[in-house]
């Protein structure tokens, strides 16, 4: 069983950058395909950004593409993302999640691990 805990969020001004962590417990991380997710208010959750285990392969939604970067230390446990360019409409929570299968979904229900969240707010 895997705990994912995030940190780094915050408020910034649009424009600006932030990066987020999420680091796990257990001793299956290195096993997993890692995503990032986020849901504003009154809004479905959806796709950021993921991972495979080996950081061969990553895949980001449309409106990460060019700002958003995501990377992991298996040796820390831990996945990243690096939010640069910020807009306000990137405001909202971002989940960490996992998957014990070896190709990367963009789909909430693929993946059975979640972080509890961290909040990012953009201001304008």
């Known amino acids: 069983q895997v705990q994912l805990i995030e940190s780094g969020g915050g408020m910034v001004q649009a424009g600006g950058s932030l990066r987020l962590s999420c680091t796990a417990s257990?001793?299956?991380?290195?096993?997993?395909?890692m995503a990032w997710f986020r849901q504003a208010p009154g809004k479905e959750r959806e796709f950021v950004a993921g991972i495979t285990w080996s950081s061969l392969g990553t895949n980001y939604g449309e409106f990460a593409k060019g700002r958003f970067t995501i990377s992991r230390d298996n040796d820390k446990n831990t996945v990243y993302l690096e939010m640069n360019l910020l807009k306000p409409e990137d405001t909202a929570v971002y989940y960490c999640a996992g998957r014990n299968r070896p190709t990367i979904a963009t789909e909430v229900t693929e993946f059975g691990y979640w972080g509890q969240g961290t909040q990012v707010i953009v201001s304008s």
């Open positions: 257990g001793r299956t991380f290195s096993s997993l395909v």
